[in-house]
């Protein structure tokens, strides 16, 4: 597809947890680009790190993330901002506005004691949004466009609608101040397969229609394969695989990119085949020396033992982190 | 069922209130078999006592105590219990033992106002102030404020309400002369006239500074260590993340966000406490001679003046009942979620 | 939950820690304590209100007797009430909640039911009124009556627990093995309601002080001996707070009931942070 400019730049950035048992290293030097109007996947295990990311990107990570290093820089409008140096002001205006997010947790998003309606209000005034009934407008609009009524879920408190329909809400809530940046942090995984394929259709219909950016972050391939322009796998906090959707699914180079497809039903279409990574999420505490995928690799070298792996180029957006990167090719 | 019968069986309000008039009847028929069949029955001791006292027959001390407890005592005892059902519904509590000629009722009246107001106004104070000082230093936690707010707490939640009462009066009473105890006996000041006046709304206030300061000290930290916790809790619910995600100014999200959600918690110990000071107001009120029902309780206990300690308690009882109401209304009110609740 | 991890988490809360060697503290003064103390029973008229000495750490009350060999005689009966009471009241609570709990429908419901009323009744002027009508003059009387006014809370609260951890499902696989209902209770639902019996233990224990050192100052027990509530009484009736002399009089026993009170709330609130992993986390 065309390449829009450039809209947000995240380079070597490093977050650890502070623990009782020591720093968790949650994110690992992680670089990557996001371009207007693009479909960006960042797929990994739960445990890789990722959710940690995407709350990083708008400066919400909980006070015991420490980011260590690293730049996130967005360029709207023409003006770069470097979110790590913001004011507590320029963030809340920046939030929601340039950069929406709709969270894992969708289904306890809203206030449980106000109606949805004074939700959308609040979220207006927050942006200096002084006519109620602009708001209002807006919202029934979206509302209608994410397939609610809008007279209905308006007047109801978030206990009266079900999780699809939260999940939709804050979609619609979303997009009510047209940000250029959307993040979605595994915005299916809590939902039945039949809400999940509204969910979808539903984020092909705002690509389509807003033009907006998107940042998928998930564990699940299938959701990538649909939805996707470009592809970031992660494992134990860093990138090890970058490639456009079809780089990925064509051509996918480290074993744990590989492993994924395997496991995903949808993409490799027969049931039989499809088999899952053998061991378990490394523990972020204590990582293994060398590459940190190398206890659950099917052919690890003595070197793979040694050195991790930089992220290199091996074609034209595709990137991996592999030491056996030539041989693992097709 | 015809449909608005139904809908009437399910009305949140109509529920409430059967289920408290139905406690009511509950407690007034307690009590009544309690001063009837306990084995000390107060009714034979005071028959026994005036027939050795006097050297009246049976007969004319069993009218006499008759004539006392509204109670026919030669009918059958269900018969007793309808009239004296009656006799309540009224209020009709019958004549005081100890101060013969004095309807209960008009006791009642003129004592349960000063304890309604000293621990209305004591809740009222302590809960604001209370949730007030637990969401500051659960935003502060780990300051200096957290820890000497969450020291205070923990000491003056524990220590029995009476206990601190005693305490106060002797330091602030007696030891550093502070507040002249002895003249603010009773609830109000003597020689000014009752009325909307400047001197007698401060002279009121002046006289029931003690008990108020008790129940208030004795009450505060239990409002602080919860809310600290509440407040802790919904701090850390996605909607609280969402509404910074949604760049809501801070005030707003301590507010709406956080404050309301943390506070619904807190309405069930109001409940608790409104129970737990009206029912301990006997302690702090003869300690501090104010004049209050808790007052007149423990002085008619002393004088084993049965008709009125019967109907003090269930003044009490009564209030109390209706205080739970008030307060599961105002919930109601406050969390869209009970309604749907009880309809569902 | 194994013991050693407990005694870990104990080890970190210091409050929590102070609250339990207080406790121990105050229980070890009142059991053992009378044995090595003798109490002092001669009057000495030309010693009232004397001021603390080294031989008489707290002075001398209003008949000039020591008044630290009081305190320490004075512990044990209020203790073994507030214990007793504890035992009883988590009796009844826990198998009238458990039960109500587990067999459900109708039953429940009365129980239940009897429960609110209780529970809205307020439990010290009952007290009063009860007071009044029998004559409580032994402990055990006196910790009977308190349980049975007690156990309400407790037993909701064990019903809730247990209607939460009835519908896990170990307890499922154990009724699909036909294990047997007191196999359940006692084997899967007791052991995870472990933490809950322990600090409403407490609580009831506490409100037991509460209500009997009220009662006793009231002067509506006609207990005889020495003890705590017995002493404050005292103190009051013979006016000892308007002198500045009687102070350590009246404020020895209000002090050690109120190190009691407050040792057993903070270690309950620490225990509760243990057995509760959501505010261990927050704090």
Redesign the interface.
């Given at each position: 597809m065309a390449r829009g400019e450039k809209v947000l730049t995240v380079e070597k950035l490093s977050i650890d947890y502070i623990s009782r048992r020591g720093p968790v290293q949650a994110v690992r030097n992680v670089s990557f680009d996001l371009y207007a109007g693009e479909n960006l996947c960042i797929i990994g295990e739960s445990g890789s790190g990722k959710t940690t990311m995407g709350m990083s990107l708008?400066k919400?990570s909980p006070p015991s993330a420490v980011i260590k290093k690293g730049t996130i820089l967005y360029t709207l409008g023409g003006k770069e901002y470097d979110v790590r140096s913001m004011s507590?002001a320029q963030?809340?205006?920046?939030?929601?506005?340039e950069v929406?997010?709709v969270?894992q947790?969708?289904?306890?998003?809203?206030?449980?004691?106000?109606?949805i309606k004074k939700q959308f209000l609040?979220?207006g005034w927050?942006?200096n949004m002084k006519d109620n009934k602009e708001i209002l407008r807006r919202s029934e609009e979206l509302l209608r466009f994410v397939q609610l009524d809008p007279k209905r879920v308006l007047n109801s408190?978030q206990?009266?609608l079900s999780g699809g329909m939260k999940q939709r809400v804050?979609i619609a809530?979303s997009l009510l101040l047209n940000p250029k940046i959307l993040i979605m942090d595994e915005c299916t995984s809590a939902l039945d397969i039949l809400t999940q394929r509204t969910i979808i259709n539903l984020l092909k219909k705002i690509k389509e229609e807003m033009g907006i950016a998107f940042i998928f972050v998930s564990h699940d391939l299938s959701l990538a394969a649909e939805l996707a322009d470009r592809i970031v796998t992660i494992y134990a906090g860093r990138v090890v695989e970058m490639g456009t959707t079809e780089d990925i699914f064509k051509n996918a180079v480290h074993p744990y990119t590989r492993g994924l497809i395997k496991a995903t039903p949808t993409v490799t279409g027969n049931e039989e085949g499809l088999t899952s990574i053998k061991g378990t999420p490394p523990d972020l505490i204590r990582l293994p020396a060398g590459c940190k995928f190398n206890p659950r690799c099917e052919f690890p070298t003595t070197q793979c033992y040694q050195e991790e792996p930089e992220l290199v180029s091996i074609g034209k957006d595709h990137y991996v982190a592999c030491l056996k990167a030539d041989q693992s090719r097709d | 069922m015809p449909a608005f019968l139904r809908r009437l069986a399910k009305n949140f309000l109509l529920r409430r209130l059967l289920a408290m008039f139905a406690t009511i009847f509950l407690v007034v028929t307690l009590t009544f078999f309690m001063v009837r069949l306990m084995p000390g029955n107060p009714i034979e001791v005071y028959i026994n006592q005036q027939m050795s006292l006097t050297g009246i027959s049976y007969q004319e001390a069993q009218n006499q105590a008759a004539s006392l407890y509204n109670i026919d005592l030669t009918s059958p005892i269900w018969v007793q219990w309808v009239d004296y059902m009656k006799k309540m519904a009224v209020g009709d509590f019958g004549y005081s033992f100890s101060s013969p000629g004095t309807p209960v009722i008009k006791m009642i009246v003129d004592y349960l106002p000063w304890t309604i107001f000293s621990v209305g106004i004591s809740i009222f104070i302590s809960f604001i102030l209370g949730i007030f000082m637990g969401m500051y230093i659960a935003y502060k936690r780990g300051g200096w404020m957290d820890h000497i707010l969450s020291s205070f707490a923990s000491i003056t939640s524990s220590v029995p309400n009476y206990l601190v009462g005693i305490l106060l009066l002797i330091f602030f009473g007696v030891q550093l002369r502070i507040i002249p105890f002895s003249v603010m006996r009773g609830t109000a000041p003597a020689g000014v006239e009752p009325g909307f006046s400047l001197e007698y709304l401060w002279g009121i206030f002046a006289h029931a500074i003690l008990p108020m300061l008790t129940y208030i000290i004795s009450t505060i930290g239990g409002w602080i260590l919860t809310m600290k916790n509440t407040t802790m809790t919904t701090m850390g619910e996605d909607y609280v993340l969402v509404a910074k995600a949604r760049g809501l100014k801070e005030s707003r999200i301590i507010v709406h966000y956080v404050g309301r959600n943390a506070i619904l918690p807190l309405f069930t110990t109001l409940v608790m406490q409104v129970g737990l000071l009206i029912g301990g107001s006997p302690l702090i009120e003869t300690i501090f001679v104010y004049k209050g029902i808790g007052y007149a309780l423990s002085n008619s206990l002393a004088q084993r003046d049965y008709p009125v300690m019967q109907a003090i308690f269930l003044c009490i009882t009564i209030s109390v009942i209706f205080a739970n109401f008030a307060a599961d209304l105002l919930y109601s009110k406050l969390d869209p979620r009970i309604k749907s609740n009880v309809t569902e | 939950m194994s013991l050693n991890e407990i005694l870990q988490l104990i080890r970190k809360d210091k409050v929590g820690m102070v609250g339990f060697f207080v406790l121990l503290g105050l229980i070890l003064m009142s059991y053992v304590g009378p044995y090595v103390i003798p109490l002092d029973e001669v009057v000495r008229v030309d010693r009232i209100y004397e001021a603390p000495t080294l031989a008489h750490p707290l002075g001398m009350d209003n008949m000039g007797r020591d008044i630290f060999s009081e305190i320490v005689h004075g512990g044990r009966d209020v203790l073994t009430v507030a214990i007793l009471t504890g035992v009883l009241s988590t009796l009844i609570a826990f198998f009238l909640g458990a039960f109500s709990g587990f067999i459900g429908g109708k039953i429940d419901t009365f129980i239940m039911w009897v429960v609110d009323v209780f529970l809205t009744i307020p439990r010290f002027p009952l007290l009063l009124v009860l007071a009044a009508v029998i004559t409580l003059d032994n402990i055990y009387l006196l910790s009977g009556l308190l349980a049975i006014l007690s156990w309400p809370p407790l037993a909701r609260s064990v019903r809730s627990q247990v209607l939460s951890v009835k519908t896990r499902d170990y307890i499922e696989a154990a009724k699909l093995l036909d294990l047997g209902t007191y196999h359940i209770i006692f084997k899967e639902i007791l052991p995870n309601l472990m933490g809950y019996v322990i600090i409403n233990f407490i609580f009831s224990m506490t409100a037991a002080v509460y209500s009997q050192v009220g009662l006793i100052f009231l002067g509506l027990v006609p207990l005889s001996g020495q003890n705590w509530g017995l002493m404050i009484q005292m103190a009051w009736t013979r006016g000892a707070i308007f002198y500045t002399g009687s102070l350590a009089y009246i404020l020895a026993p209000i002090i050690v009931i109120a190190l009691f009170q407050w040792a057993a709330i903070a270690f309950s609130r620490s225990l509760e942070t243990i057995f509760n992993p959501r505010l261990r986390g927050a704090s």
């Open positions: 708008v919400l507590e963030l809340r205006a920046f939030r929601w506005k929406a997010m969270f947790g969708a289904l306890n998003a809203f206030n449980p004691v106000i109606r609040d979220t927050a942006h408190y206990h009266e804050l809530m | - | -």
